[in-house]
């Protein structure tokens, strides 16, 4: 099975210790599973973006004096 070295710092590695302490997980786990969550999260973020816009016209007419119209598309550009 493949394999990957990381090289930490004190600091980080310590700070990535505790990390894995607190959610009771060993260090190899720990980091086993960070890229994992993080892809998850990107997903969950992106259904999430996807699920506001199809809500943005139906907020819009719901509450007309919430965002002007000229920003409303700000939104979607920062994130």
């Known amino acids: 099975m493949p394999s990957l070295n990381i090289t930490f710092t004190d600091e980080e590695l310590e700070a990535v210790r505790a990390a894995a302490a607190s959610e009771g997980k060993s260090l190899k786990q720990y980091v086993h599973d960070l890229p994992l969550r993080e892809q998850q999260r990107l997903q969950f973020v992106r259904y999430a973006l996807s699920w506001g816009e199809q809500q943005r016209a139906e907020f ?7 965002a002007p119209p000229g920003s409303r598309n700000q939104g979607v550009d920062a994130a």
């Open 60 to 66: 819009d007419d719901a509450f007309p004096d919430e």
